[in-house]
């Protein structure tokens, strides 16, 4: 596979002037767009059966999804998330697709593991984007967890690969925001330099394709860009802007 990078800055990526091949969509396992109201960014969401806004009996802070009581400054909405403004723009026959998908085995409700990646059409966003490629991120603190954000994006342009774009545009653009940096809470940094080793790995080709193909990261933060910008050229990656 042929692949190029390029950094855009943008407070909105779901308003971009282009047309894309695909949309890299952050999201949770159970591939449900904002499962609550609201949600402590970097916090562990408890799988099922949620009866208060603390987690399990004797959680730390790192383990409670919710609730003003904990941390006011740290709460993120769905208008927050990429995932939770995909689901709206995308329309209710996105949920509906959602919603047919089959279960990891042994694993219900989760429907895809961080660091897999898993395609749907657009639906209401066809304008802009011919499909989407969800991808679950992992916790800050998983094991190997920005090794695991690289997986997200390597992951996800295999699954565009195989999809039919036969009306795309000879290079395949791909559009994605820096994985991480929401609600799971890696630090820009950090987010960066798992986007990078992401390049590197795409650069040498761990990706196999026929069709050129374009990522581009839509960033809304100007540190984003310099971190993204700084990282890439030491690593001898060129980048378009």
Sequence with gaps: MSFSTRIVYTQDILSLPSRFSALIVPCNRF????????VTRGA???FA?????WGPAGSNMSGRWGGHEIDVTHQLYPIHSLDGLVHRAAGPSLARHINSLPFVDGLKPVKLLPGQALSSPSFDLTDRFAALIHTPTPY???LLALHTVADCYVRSMAEVLRLDLDSAPRTWQV???LLGNGTRAFSIEE???AAVEACTRLKNGE??????????FALRDAAAVDA??????????????
Excluded: M, W
């Design 31 to 38: 591939l449900i767009g904002c499962r609550f109201p609201y």
């Design 44 to 46: 562990t969401i408890p």
């Design 49 to 53: 059966n949620v009866t208060s806004i």
């Design 140 to 142: 800050r603190e998983d």
């Design 175 to 177: 559009v994605t925001a």
């Design 191 to 193: 987010s960066c330099q």
């Design 207 to 216: 990706v196999e394709g026929s069709h050129p193909v374009e990522l581009t």
């Design 228 to 241: 993204l910008s700084r990282l890439l050229i030491s690593k001898g990656i060129s980048y378009k802007k």
